[in-house]
C-alpha cells in the first residue's frame, strides 16, 4: 500500500488559503450591507487658497486670478540677465601648493572656488579681490581674479 502524496505542510497550506478565501467573502458582504451610496458632492475636494485639500467650496472671495501671461515656466533668456559684472570679494582660503581656495563675496557673502589658473597674479589668504562669477562643473568658479590695492 502506498502512502499519501500528501504531507502535512500541504494540507495546513490549503487550509490556509480556504480560510484566507471565505475571509475575503465575508469582508466583501460587510462592505455591501454597509455600503452607502455616495453622491458626487460627498466625492468631490477642493482647494483651499493656501494649496490644501478641503471638502468645501473655496470662499469666492479669496479667489486669486492669475493671467496666463505673467506665468513664466522656462529660464530667462541670455539678453533678459544682466552680463556678469565684475565683483568685489576677500580670499578666505587659499592653499599655493594644491593651487585652489575661496573667495567671499563681498555682495552676496557666498563662498566661490577659485582655482589657480584663473588668477592674474598671485594672492594670499585675506587679500581683496575682483573676479568674475562662472560656472563650473561642481558649482560657481571665480575667473579673472585680480589683487586689488
Do not use: C, W
Not at 10 to 29: G, H, L, P, S
Amino acid at each position: 500500500m502506498a502512502r499519501s502524496q500528501d504531507t502535512f505542510a500541504k494540507r495546513e497550506r490549503e487550509k490556509q488559503r480556504v480560510k484566507k478565501q471565505e475571509d475575503k467573502r465575508e469582508k466583501m458582504k460587510e462592505r455591501k450591507a454597509n455600503a452607502k451610496s455616495s453622491s458626487l458632492e460627498d466625492m468631490m475636494a477642493y482647494l483651499d487658497e493656501n494649496g490644501n485639500l478641503t471638502d468645501r467650496p473655496p470662499d469666492p472671495r479669496k479667489i486669486k486670478t492669475f493671467r496666463q501671461e505673467d506665468i513664466q515656466i522656462s529660464v530667462p533668456k541670455g539678453e533678459d540677465r544682466e552680463p556678469d559684472l565684475p565683483r568685489q570679494g576677500k580670499v578666505s582660503f587659499f592653499n599655493t601648493q594644491k593651487g585652489f581656495g575661496f573667495i567671499i563675496d563681498a555682495e552676496t557673502g557666498e563662498r566661490i572656488f577659485v582655482h589657480a589658473n584663473d588668477l592674474s597674479a598671485p594672492i594670499q589668504e585675506n587679500d581683496r579681490v575682483t573676479f568674475l562669477i562662472q560656472h563650473g562643473p561642481k558649482g560657481l568658479m571665480a575667473a579673472n581674479v585680480t589683487h586689488v590695492k
